[in-house]
């Protein structure tokens, strides 16, 4: 081992926040390693709401500063991402005997308050009988209220901080699970972690480790081995596990707003415009123990959500409508409330300081995909005394890659149709919601349609798959169709093993 070899910050878990952290990191020049055992955002991150949002519920618990730090997020990661985040009007229908509409309105007016804007409108109430959103709503509920948060596509956030870190100097290690960590022999001051992945087993070396496994963020921290002679304690991280299940179901006529609708036990549900086509119906909040890579939404969540629903629109749903179901599996910390609802969705970063047995250990706990970025920065500002030359803060006003637009969404658009006339219209709006500005390296110097490649399902070409490879990190059919682009709603259940199967070989195959 030489000094060459050794990573500044060796990052665990490749999700939404150790993503942030690795491209904070990268950018202030330290040399950086994540090593995640799947696929980029492959649990919680991908399993959202899909809100960039301040959380307008959780004023009711009194947590003004997650919300108010939440709100100026929202602000910013719709400038440094606006292809795959954008605006969202949600409506919320008052409804007698739950919440009075004086507190509705308070918590509005705070909401608008709380952070400024500079993008998103502010509420206002509205009447049903004179506003769209009221059309796909039951008679009997006239007024309520319409603000505004962003949607974002989860899981391409989680890709995009990646290609951020990777852009500035880190190694992104996918299906790299880490097996043990412990003192070098050779130097305590650096720690060796022993990773497994197709090819068997290697150490990565790095001064510090960050703990950010998500729901496995316990179990990575029971794989350090104590160097021999040292007293000191390895602490459990306080983690609760929770699991939100969300539906997603064929989008009714008039549903082009979100929907936040309010439940008899306090909960609150979303019904929200997904994938052109789609409503996503969620969440629930139910404790979970078991597997975090394989949470199922069970019948009971799936009832209590059509149950919500169901409440508050005219044409109802049953189980056989659903489309497609998800859960994820949220690593909160434990803060002892009963009530799931209740747990914090803030943060925690736990440090523990190296010493002449140990190096530096970083464990993060908790937060949410809207406030990843200020965990990433904040946790930097912790690890920064253990480095001599570290760069200043810079997140905060840099567009993550494809999110230089400049002008906006549909001027890309008119920019890419001008300079590949023969590709069709919809294919390139298509791409620039998910690639930005980064559709033109994907296009290259594509002059016709039959320049992609082979078309593999409607709208997906070869070239866009091996892109994904290449630049992306995806190695299988899943992470194309159910997180790099969310094609696999669209695709029949009789035409799954075909596509996948013509997917994977385009993975392992350069285009002819």
Known sequence: ???????????????????????????RGLKVCLLEQADLGAATSSASTKLIHGGLRYLEHYEFSLVRDALHERE?????????????????PHVDGMRPRWLLRAGLFLYDHLASRKTIPASHSVRFTKDPSGLPLRAELTRGFAY????????????????????????????????????????????????????GRTDVFARVIVNAA????????????????????????????????HLVVARRPGMNDGYLLQHSDGRVVFALPYQDRFTLIGTTDEPFEGDPASPECS??????????????????????????????????????????????????????????????????LGGKLTTYRCLAEEALELLAPQFTKIGPAWTANHPLPGGAVHDDIAGLVNRLATHYPSLDASFITGLVARYGVSTFELLGDAQTMSDLGRE?????????????????????????LWRRTKIGLQVPDEDRVSVASAINACLKNAMK
Not at 1 to 26: C, E, L, P, Q
Not at 76 to 92: D, M
Not at 456 to 480: H, S
Request: negative net charge.
């Open 76 to 92: 910013r990661l719709l400038n440094a991402a606006p292809h795959i985040i954008s605006p969202l009007r949600i409506v919320l």
């Open 456 to 480: 593999l399902f409607p709208g997906l070409f070869e070239r866009e798959v091996q892109y994904l490879r290449d630049v992306e990190w995806a190695e299988t059919a899943e992470d194309v």
């Open 214 to 245: 998500g729901p496995w963020v316990d179990t990575v921290a029971a794989l350090e081995k104590q160097a021999e002679g040292s007293v000191e304690d390895v602490a459990q991280p306080k983690l609760r596990l929770v699991k939100g299940s």
């Open 299 to 364: 019948a009971a969540e799936r009832d209590y959500l059509l149950k919500v629903y169901n409440r508050f629109f005219v044409q109802r749903l049953t189980s056989g409508d659903v489309v497609h179901q998800f859960s994820g599996v949220r690593p909160l910390y434990d803060d002892a409330e009963n009530d799931p609802s209740k747990v914090t969705r803030d943060y925690r970063l736990s440090f523990r300081e190296g010493s002449n047995k140990t190096p530096p250990l970083l464990t993060v």
């Open 148 to 199: 505004w948060d962003c949607w974002v596509d989860d899981a391409r956030l989680v890709v995009l901080n990646a290609r951020a870190a990777a852009q500035k100097g880190a190694d992104i290690k996918t299906r790299s699970r880490v097996v043990g960590f412990q003192p070098d022999q050779q130097d305590t001051k650096v720690w060796r972690i022993e990773a497994e992945n197709q090819c």
């Open 1 to 27: 081992m030489n000094s060459d070899t050794i990573y500044d910050i060796a990052v665990i878990g490749g999700g939404i926040n150790g993503a942030g952290i690795a491209a904070d990191a990268a950018g």
